[in-house]
């Protein structure tokens, strides 16, 4: 069995996971500043559109919307070959004109939900997920979206 096997039973988990938040969905679909009153959005319709389990320049990005961009990285393994330890990286990028609401800037409150669900976290084979890192990519005069990295630590089990 290919070391990889099971990183598409993770990317999975990982959409599972994400579609518990309504208050993370509707703050990615929905642009207005008061966005928890808006109406629950279908998850499914976020799915490989605006929530995307690949890596993603903000140059992709051409429409007036925010994006979640989700990949893991950096895996290391024994001697058996299976994987054990690595990243998961979370993506934000916000357009300049969606940042701010009623509740906080948009991609903090993305951030904040994306924590809340995945700091600490764990299913299948990986064990508890541990937030490692937060980094705000400096924007340039071009492109007019903001960029955030949640980064966490991911450690298998088992495998």
Not at 82 to 111: P, V, W
Not at 119 to 128: E, L, P, R, T, V
Request: glycine share 4%; aromatic share 16%; with cysteine.
């Amino acid at each position: 069995m290919s070391k990889f096997t099971d990183l598409i039973k993770d990317v999975t988990g990982i959409f599972d996971a994400m579609s518990q938040s309504e208050d993370l969905a509707k703050c990615v679909i929905d642009n207005n500043n008061n966005y928890l009153d808006g109406a629950t959005p279908d998850f499914t319709s976020l799915k490989y559109d605006q929530i995307i389990p690949y890596r993603m320049l903000a140059e992709e990005a051409t429409l007036n919307k925010t994006y979640i961009s989700f990949f893991f990285n950096e895996f290391d393994s024994e001697k058996d070959s299976a994987i054990k330890n690595g990243f998961l990286e979370f993506h934000i990028y916000t357009h300049k004109d969606n940042i701010i609401t009623d509740y906080g800037l948009r991609q903090y409150m993305i951030a904040h939900y994306i924590d809340e669900l995945f700091n600490g976290w764990s299913f299948s084979g990986i064990g508890k997920m541990e937030f490692e890192s937060y980094d705000d990519i400096e924007p340039d005069e071009v492109n007019p979206y903001v960029h955030q990295i949640l980064k966490y630590k991911i450690s298998y089990l088992n495998r």
